[in-house]
């Protein structure tokens, strides 16, 4: 019987990792190869970024076109496996330009460190007790970093709630931290369990949970693009989108879906820069959650008194340009130096603008000829590859596919002999 007890297997030489795996998942020598291989990275690199490797997942990157923000012309590395997206950004931006591209802005890169006190008998008065001592947490917190300190960051001040939970009210410290460039989990972590000690002898409660909030409602970016209704296919357009807007703010059902076309566009940003997309998405999701007391849009759309088409978007952005795979991931950093950006404010805002951009191109597609047309045609090629096509055969199979609209396996695999003369056709 196989077992996938295998103590210590981080241990193991890469040669011993490749064959438990060969023997566990019978894989062939041509599978271990495809698993072994690492692109753009060594093996002692990703070696040491997670646990038990055994090689790396490639996923494809594109450059959306088109963008000008703030004045700004820029090209923008996006990760991303899914059809249509970097194409559809791209498209968004061109018609964005006509009426000066996107204008960004940020709150700073500011995080909240969460220290999570229990066990007192009077919650509001240790509240009270724990605001007392603000500079002395302030001072204990930036001792754990002075680099950051002296870079203009660090510990700017504490809030703290008292928060009624079903094992009876919690005193919660919010610690306010600039975090400058980096995404900054690692500095507020350790200020927070630095400050910790502290609130329980101050107190007499008890200290559990010591850690950064993804909830980053003081990081929020903010993107706005002013649509020319000419431009997008005009007034009725204009109004197809404001009325799939309006469906979207009003219906979770459908606002989990709008929002999932606005994450295809800054995640595959957020990847293509080595950033943490999990804490991005949480963070997404969880503030349109909170910002109006149920799950709303992340966007806003509206008509301006010439009729074009505006849209918003607001969104906390916790991305870092120093520390984690931005700084050791060679693709993150070429794909930086690409960018242009300066600062993790400028990182966030870029990122806004193309969820902006990717929100309204699936609006629009939504509006008119519906999301599949231009989706389909992408994803019959997929289709047709993993079917066994090879060059024109590619091409050749996804335009039947598309013309019967008939996107499936079984019909690429029946034109596929039927161009390869192994059937009549």
């Known amino acids: ?65 088109n963008f000008r923000i703030n004045g700004r012309d820029y090209l923008i590395p996006m990760a991303i496996e899914e059809p249509s997206v970097v194409a559809a950004a791209s498209n968004a931006a061109k018609m964005a330009r006509e009426r000066g591209g996107f204008t960004t802005s940020t709150t700073g890169p500011v995080m909240i460190g969460q220290i999570q006190l229990v066990g007192v008998p009077d919650p509001h008065g240790a509240r009270l007790t724990i605001l007392g001592h603000r500079d002395e947490i302030l001072s204990t917190a930036n001792e754990k970093d002075p ?38 989990a690692n ?46 296919g005009g007034e009725d ?37 080595g950033n943490d997309w999990r804490a991005v998405e949480a963070g997404a999701h969880a503030f349109a959650a909170w910002k109006a007391g149920g799950y709303r849009s992340l966007t806003a759309w509206e008509k301006d008194a010439d009729g074009d088409l505006v849209g918003t978007i607001e969104l906390p952005l916790a991305v870092g340009l120093v520390g984690g795979a931005t700084a050791v991931h060679p693709t993150a950093k070429a794909n930086v130096r690409l960018l242009g950006v300066k600062t993790a404010q400028e990182l966030a805002e870029v990122i806004a603008a193309v969820g902006l ?29 993993s079917m066994g096509a090879v060059g024109e055969e590619v091409d050749r199979v996804a335009e039947i596919l598309v013309r019967e609209r008939k996107v499936r396996m079984d019909r690429a695999k029946e034109i596929l002999a039927e161009l390869r003369g192994e059937t009549k056709p």
């Open 1 to 65: 019987m196989k077992s996938s007890d295998l103590s210590g297997f981080y241990k193991r030489s890469p040669e011993d990792r490749w064959k438990a795996i060969r023997e566990f998942g019978e894989l062939t020598d041509a599978e271990i190869d495809t698993i072994r291989s690492t692109g753009a990275l060594k093996f002692e690199q990703i070696d040491r970024m997670i646990e038990n490797v055994v090689g790396s997942m490639p996923i494809p990157l594109g450059v959306a076109v």
């Open 147 to 184: 680099l950051l300190v002296k870079l203009g960051g660090g510990a700017k001040d504490v809030e703290v709630r008292v928060v009624e939970t079903p094992r009876g009210p919690m005193v919660i410290t919010h610690l306010i931290v600039d975090c400058r460039d980096a995404m900054g």
């Open 187 to 232: 500095a507020v972590n350790t200020m927070a369990e630095a400050v910790a000690p502290h609130i329980e002898k101050w107190t007499g409660g008890r200290v559990y949970l010591r850690i950064i909030s993804n909830l980053a409602v003081k990081r929020l970016s903010r993107a706005r693009a002013v649509f020319a209704k000419e431009a997008i």
């Open 237 to 273: 357009v204009v109004d197809g989108i404001l009325e799939a807007y309006a469906f979207a703010d009003s219906d979770p059902f459908r606002c989990a879906t709008h929002n999932k076309g606005i994450m295809n566009g800054i995640d595959a940003v957020v990847v293509a820069t």
């Open 357 to 385: 951009a990717q929100n309204f191109a699936a609006l629009r597609a939504l509006a008119t000829e519906g999301i599949q047309r231009g989706h389909m045609s992408l994803h019959a090629r997929n289709i047709a590859a």
